[in-house]
């Protein structure tokens, strides 16, 4: 299994900018498709992003086209994620995932999982 660590988490205003890595050890994640998921306490979790094992295929949550990047640097054996516009609704815990390959929506399907990190949005 690979461990993975999420960072870059924090506090921001609406409208406001992070940038979440996912640092993973133990294993190179580049025959992995990463995923970005977040929950928020009694709710289930959500997708946000995945990115294929080479980066050919993103995939993105219609709440948040066109203001998140998912990318990759597997010589780092990183994911990022960058988060432009923020609104108070994307306030969550933010997981990233790990699946061989491909990517999927499905929580479920992921085998291995960082411990989160908390982005807050205040308004």
């Known amino acids: 299994q690979a461990a993975l660590v999420e960072s870059g988490g924090g506090l921001v205003q609406a409208g406001g900018s992070l940038r979440l890595s996912c640092a993973a050890s133990?294993?190179?994640?580049?025959?992995?498709?990463m995923g970005w998921f977040r929950q928020n306490p009694g709710n289930e979790r959500e997708f946000v992003a995945a990115?294929?094992?080479?980066?050919?295929?993103?995939l993105y949550a219609d709440s948040v086209k066109g203001r998140f990047t998912i990318s990759r640097d597997n010589a780092k054996n990183t994911v990022y994620l960058q988060m432009n516009s923020l609104k108070p609704e994307d306030t969550a815990i933010y997981y990233c995932?790990?699946?061989?390959?491909?990517?999927?929506?499905?929580?479920?399907?992921?085998?291995?999982w960082g411990q989160g990190t908390q982005v807050t949005v205040s308004t």
């Open positions: 995932a790990a699946r061989l390959y491909f990517t999927d929506l499905d929580p479920r399907k992921y085998d291995d």
């Open positions: 990115i294929a094992w080479n980066g050919g295929v993103t």
């Open positions: 133990g294993r190179t994640v580049s025959r992995y498709a």
